[in-house]
T-cell receptor, first 114, second 109 residues
Framework: IAGITQAPTSQILAAGRRMTLRCTQD?????MYWYRQDLGLGLRLIHY???????GKGEVPDGYSVSRANTDDFPLTLASAVPSQTSVYFC?????????????FGPGTRLTVL | GQNIDQPTEMTATEGAIVQINCTYQ??????LFWYQQHAGEAPTFLSYNVLDGLEEKGRFSSFLSRSKGYSYLLLKELQMKDSASYLCAGMDSNYQLIWGAGTKLIIKP
């Protein structure tokens, strides 16, 4: 692995189903993030984790949950998917809480909820 | 509230220079980032400014004025591969990025 990987690449999901988007990084970054990107809107933060074992809510957390059991993995779960969760989801990581730390992004997961 | 404003779309000619402006309002300020995003791909880091002034990196330069809450990205000697969206993001006091909607740059031959 080099950088950040996400799985699946794309998914079509029936409303009401549970879905987990996977994210793994091999850069030993402390901080990880989940964003959604919708046409005409900026990236919106869903949840974040500043270090393994801790998580926090972002701008749009409702309907999503995360866990951070170790440094490398940061899965995002939709407990009961709704059509408004149709979006492109990006996972990102950074070295930690410092102003100069750029975020590195995974390739994204395109999710369609019908 | 926190807000990032940038133009939705700009058009420029191959070989020319283009300036993409961004105004920001964040709760606290820990720097201003620019990212490039090609269609269907992930954003990639271009530049970071935390002090006033111009940072030059090859064909790309980024400027910051903290007193005006203003930044711009300057792209010189435009190439067709520069066609992409350019995302402006301000880092707030919690080290979270507040993102603009992006400026789609169209390069014409």
């Amino acid at each position: 692995i080099a950088g950040i990987t996400q799985a699946p690449t794309s998914q079509i999901l029936a409303a009401g189903r549970r879905m987990t988007l996977r994210c793994t990084q091999d850069m030993r970054h402390n901080a990880m993030y989940w964003y959604r990107q919708d046409l005409g809107l900026g990236l919106r933060l869903i949840h974040y984790s500043n270090t393994a074992g801790t998580t926090g809510k972002g701008e749009v957390p409702d309907g999503y949950s995360v866990s951070r059991a170790n440094t490398d993995d940061f899965p995002l779960t939709l407990a009961s998917a709704v059509p408004s969760q149709t979006s492109v989801y990006f996972c990102a990581s950074s070295g930690g809480l410092a102003d100069y730390n750029e975020q590195f992004f995974g390739p994204g997961t395109r999710l369609t909820v019908l | 509230g926190q807000n990032i404003d940038q133009p939705t779309e700009m058009t420029a000619t191959e070989g020319a220079i283009v300036q993409i402006n961004c105004t920001y309002q964040t709760s606290g300020f820990n720097g201003l980032f620019w990212y490039q995003q090609h269609a269907g791909e992930a954003p990639t880091f271009l530049s970071y400014n935390v002090l006033d002034g111009l940072e030059e990196k090859g064909r790309f330069s980024s400027f910051l004025s903290r007193s005006k809450g203003y930044s711009y990205l300057l792209l010189k000697e435009l190439q067709m591969k520069d066609s992409a969206s350019y995302l402006c993001a301000g880092m707030d006091s919690n080290y979270q990025l507040i993102w603009g909607a992006g400026t789609k740059l169209i390069i014409k031959p």
